[in-house]
């Protein structure tokens, strides 16, 4: 299959749309300019021109993702982080970031998975369906520290 090849400003103004759809991570915007073959002065001059516009603002996409990951996927706080890690976001953001999580909703989202995964297992133990309660709020990335309270 032929690529189409495209101009310096076509290139731009196909990722500042990019940029718009969504929030986007650097890594994000550096993989689609991957598709492009362009040189290191021309990602580098679109990359600026981002930031600068505020296209491509970092704190913004992090707290979004967090947002958009705990209020609708329901993930908890270690697999967001693990996530964003992923995407090459620096501990220091992320950490300050996490303040778009408020903590009674994060408790009462953690009681809400809670006990619907524990009143759907039957035919178990107290202490079987209390461990493969607790391996699935692991699995949806919350601490067990903040599992074990529920249980108290």
Not at 88 to 108: A, G, N, P, T, V
Request: include cysteine.
């Amino acid at each position: 299959m032929e690529k189409k090849s495209y101009t310096f400003e076509e290139i731009k103004q196909k990722l500042v749309n990019y940029c718009v759809y969504q929030d986007r991570c650097h890594a994000e915007v550096e993989q689609k300019m991957r598709e492009f073959l362009l040189i290191d002065e021309a990602k580098e001059e679109i990359i600026l021109y981002l930031l600068k516009e505020n296209y491509l603002n970092e704190e913004r996409f992090t707290r979004s993702y967090i947002r958009g990951k705990f209020y609708i996927k329901h993930w908890g706080k270690t697999k967001i982080k693990m996530n964003l890690k992923q995407k090459q976001i620096s501990e220091r953001l992320i950490s300050s970031c996490f303040d778009e999580i408020d903590d009674s909703d994060y408790e009462k989202t953690i009681r809400k998975i809670f006990e619907g995964y524990y009143s759907k297992q039957t035919g178990l133990k107290e202490y079987q369906k209390k461990t493969k309660t607790i391996k699935y709020l692991m699995s949806k990335g919350f601490e067990y520290e903040k599992i074990i309270d529920i249980f108290e």
